[in-house]
């Protein structure tokens, strides 16, 4: 069974950088065509894909967050990181790790994290 679990801080202040950390399990992330996930959700607005950090370390990240978002992995611990630099207030959302991305859906999710962005 694949399970995943977002953990970071749930308060950043404006222009500081908003790092959060997925933990998996039941599934290693370096097993090959797997695909994981950074996904967000505004309040009162829909999903807003973020990118993703492949099998391989390949990584994608969507254009409008192109210049300020960081995937990366550390495969000893089975986790990938999102880092995403200068946050405003609108960056505020409830944060999911999912497995799948590119041409494959997501198809397990993290219970998501909230993040708010306040000074």
């Known amino acids: 069974q694949v399970q995943l679990r977002e953990s970071g801080p749930g308060l950043v202040k404006p222009s500081q950088t908003l790092s959060l950390t997925c933990t998996v399990s039941g599934a290693s992330i370096t097993t090959n065509y797997y695909y994981w996930s950074w996904i967000r959700q505004p309040p009162g607005k829909g999903l807003e894909y973020i990118g993703y950090?492949?099998?391989?370390?390949?990584?994608y990240y969507s254009p409008s967050l192109e210049s300020r978002t960081s995937i990366s992995r550390d495969t000893s611990k089975n986790q990938f990181t999102l880092q995403l630099n200068s946050v405003t207030p609108e960056d505020t959302a409830v944060y999911h790790c999912?497995?799948?991305?590119?041409?494959?859906?997501?198809?397990?999710w993290g219970q998501g994290t909230q993040v708010t962005v306040s000074s």
């Open positions: 950090i492949a099998y391989s370390g390949s990584t």
């Open positions: 999912a497995r799948g991305g590119g041409s494959y859906p997501p198809n397990y």
